[in-house]
């Protein structure tokens, strides 16, 4: 600690001379607009304006629409078997589209990624319960057909 008359100021220095230009024009300092809204609301709190929000406020987290941030330039795929719009990857089936997670045997629930799917009457089935759903007419064999 310096006594005040042993300070060596240089008024060359552009800190220095920055500083004298905020003085001359009076300005107050700039505050940031979140600091500006909490001191309003601590002025506020102080006076006990009825008008004014409180510090404390209870606020829910954002929901995010995912098909109003799309827009109408696309339309999301809806899953044939839950009814929700499909983000992402999706298993097309024909004119169908489902979750990964939907793509799954009528019957037993079985996830078919790495069995492949069988239609009959528009539901899709693993192989054994799309054998079991198929009756041949009489003198024929069911059999399977895998695609090219």
Do not use: W
Request: with cysteine; proline share 8%.
């Amino acid at each position: 600690a310096q006594p005040p008359s042993s300070l060596v100021i240089d008024k060359e220095s552009e800190v220095y001379k920055m500083l004298q230009e905020k003085q001359e024009l009076n300005e107050p300092p700039k505050q940031s607009t979140s600091f500006l809204v909490l001191q309003e609301i601590l002025e506020s709190e102080e006076k006990g304006d009825p008008n004014k929000p409180s510090g404390f406020r209870s606020v829910k987290a954002p929901v995010t629409k995912v098909a109003a941030s799309i827009g109408n330039a696309q339309k999301l795929p809806m899953c044939d078997k839950c009814g929700t719009g499909i983000v992402g990857v999706f298993v097309k089936l024909r004119d169908h589209h489902r979750h990964p997670e939907c793509y799954v045997c009528t019957d037993c629930g079985t996830n078919l990624k790495q069995k492949g799917h069988f239609f009959v009457e528009d539901q899709i089935y693993c192989e054994k319960h799309a054998r079991e759903r198929v009756t041949p007419p009489e003198g024929y064999e069911v059999v399977t057909v895998f695609p090219k």
